[in-house]
């Protein structure tokens, strides 16, 4: 294992963002983990584990260590007639490990297509698209503890997985590193297409659902036609989370703003609450497409922020704090971020 110093991180940013780390390392296997833990820069600095950088904005150069997750491997552990059991290492890309499981046509994640990053990161924040969230097939997930080296297995409910968010975000924030996760795969067909998009889609393009493969390529393509691609305009997918509401909320919203699009959810402790989309909101502050320098909101997407080319991650902080703030002050609704700002 080597450690680089003062490393560019621009190349391992989706937002292409450029921010130096005092120190740099990579995991390419376990041997690796065990290691680092014992290796005193990585002791006497901050960390930041660090997968397909999707998530992330630097606002600035980080004053620690990054270490960049390569740990590779998929391996069916248990199967039987309806179930597969699979654990993948967490440096495996995402989209290839849903690749994997429906070029076998198991089901499970194949609305999750196209997701970028690393399988690791998915737990931190519940991915979620097109109807479906890693809790929905996520078994277990193990981490090593960084102060002590310990490794532990967390089963679902203790990883607390709710809407973009999970233990590891909350009071277990950086105390653990994901090193692999554990499905639950089915055999047989249990398409979820009720997903509004995805269902026109589907039936506009009269596509005939027979494998897992058919709901993963039209997620894919509905993805590429309104998703900017990272490798041409740098962005983190949704910047900010949707907005939940209660009911009292709602109606007072919607007696000054009756167009307001509001949807009646239930969450994971079983309440009712209301969700409006958040790219509305912005869309109503007048933000929408609006570039300002080198970062704007996307023309067709409200929530996603854009690198036009050379931003810095202040700029970027700055005009998401701006959108913030102009939330706020119209709806009195503090936004949330999605990702995270280090
Ligand atoms: C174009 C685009 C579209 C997107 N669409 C979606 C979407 O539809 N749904 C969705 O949910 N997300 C979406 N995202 C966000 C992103 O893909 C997910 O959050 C993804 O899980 C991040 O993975 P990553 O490996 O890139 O994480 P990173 O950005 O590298 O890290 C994210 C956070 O997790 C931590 N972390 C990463 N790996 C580990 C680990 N192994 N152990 C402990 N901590 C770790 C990091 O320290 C950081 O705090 C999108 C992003 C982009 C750019």
Redesign the pocket.
Known sequence: MQISKDYELKE????GISAKAKFFTVLENEADIIELLSNSEFKNNQK?????????LFTKDFDGIVIL?K?KGIEILEEDEDIVFLKSM??V??HDLVTFTVDRNYWGIEN?S?????????P???????GV??KDTLDSVE?YEIETGKKKIFSRDECRLGY?DSV??NEL??K????AIFLKLHKDAQPNISYRVLKDYIEENKIEIKNSKDVADAVANI?RSK????KELG????FFKNTFVNVEQKEKLLAIYPEMPNFSEQNEKGENVIKIPSAWLIEQCGFKGLREGNVGSHTNQAL?IVNYGGATGAEVKDFVYKIIQAVKDKFGIALES???M?
């Open positions: 391992l940013n989706t937002f930041l584990f660090l997968g397909g950088g999707s998530n992330i997750n740990l967490g440096g890309i995402w999750l196209l997701v970028p990053g690393t399988v690791g990161a998915t931190i924040q519940n991915i979620g698209a097109y969230e890693i981490a973009r590891f975000k924030k950086g653990y590193f994901v090193s993805r998703l900017p691609d990272p962005n983190a997918g949704s996603v999605e990702v995270n280090i």
